[in-house]
């Protein structure tokens, strides 16, 4: 039996909501919603009493998953590691499908992102890179080759 019956969103707690969700928007995808989330539910979910976050919801264009940004109000949020390699344990990188990645990488460089490694090409299937956006968010981007 499955639990799951489809694919949500992935959450990423922001200290900066508004450049990370001005970079994600950036990218392509849509703001969906935002608003400010406080009270026993959300002391209850995410264990921590008396917190209040403001959340910016994110939808692709195909109207597939989404993305949450989420800063928190109170308490004060507690640093992750913003230069975090590949191997650390963690949420490693939010995915995208981009039609020209060139193009994608160019746009995140003009804004002061950079490449974590470089351009790679798979099987002449794929090419990818990873770039490190706002807050050490690992960005990755694909391009379908053929």
Same mark, same amino acid.
């Given at each position: $039996?499955?639990?799951?019956?489809?694919?949500?969103? =992935? %959450?990423?707690?922001? !200290?900066? @909501?508004?450049? *990370?969700?001005?970079?994600?928007?950036?990218? /392509?995808?849509?703001?969906?919603?935002?608003?400010?989330?406080? /009270?026993?539910? @959300?002391?209850?979910?995410? /264990?921590?009493?008396?917190?209040?976050?403001?959340?910016? $919801? #994110?939808?692709?264009?195909? %109207? %597939?998953?989404?993305?949450? #940004? &989420?800063?928190? *109000?109170?308490?004060?949020?507690?640093?992750?590691?913003?230069?975090? $390699? &590949?191997?650390?344990?963690?949420?490693?990188? *939010?995915?995208?499908? =981009?039609?020209?990645?060139? !193009?994608?990488?160019?746009?995140?460089?003009?804004?002061?992102?950079?490449?974590?490694?470089?351009?790679?090409?798979?099987?002449? !299937?794929?090419? $990818?890179?990873?770039?490190?956006?706002?807050?050490?968010?690992?960005?990755? @981007?694909?391009?379908? @080759?053929?």
């Amino acid at each position: $039996m499955s639990y799951i019956r489809r694919f949500d969103h =992935v %959450g990423i707690t922001v !200290a900066d @909501l508004d450049g *990370v969700t001005a970079f994600f928007v950036g990218l /392509g995808l849509e703001v969906e919603g935002r608003t400010f989330v406080e /009270g026993e539910f @959300l002391d209850t979910v995410c /264990g921590i009493p008396g917190s209040r976050t403001e959340i910016v $919801m #994110l939808k692709s264009p195909d %109207g %597939g998953a989404r993305l949450e #940004l &989420a800063r928190f *109000v109170r308490p004060d949020s507690v640093p992750g590691s913003p230069a975090a $390699m &590949a191997n650390e344990l963690g949420l490693r990188t *939010v995915s995208f499908e =981009v039609g020209d990645l060139r !193009a994608a990488v160019g746009w995140a460089a003009s804004d002061g992102y950079g490449l974590v490694g470089g351009i790679g090409e798979y099987e002449g !299937a794929w090419r $990818m890179a990873y770039v490190r956006g706002p807050e050490g968010i690992v960005v990755s @981007l694909a391009e379908r @080759l053929g």
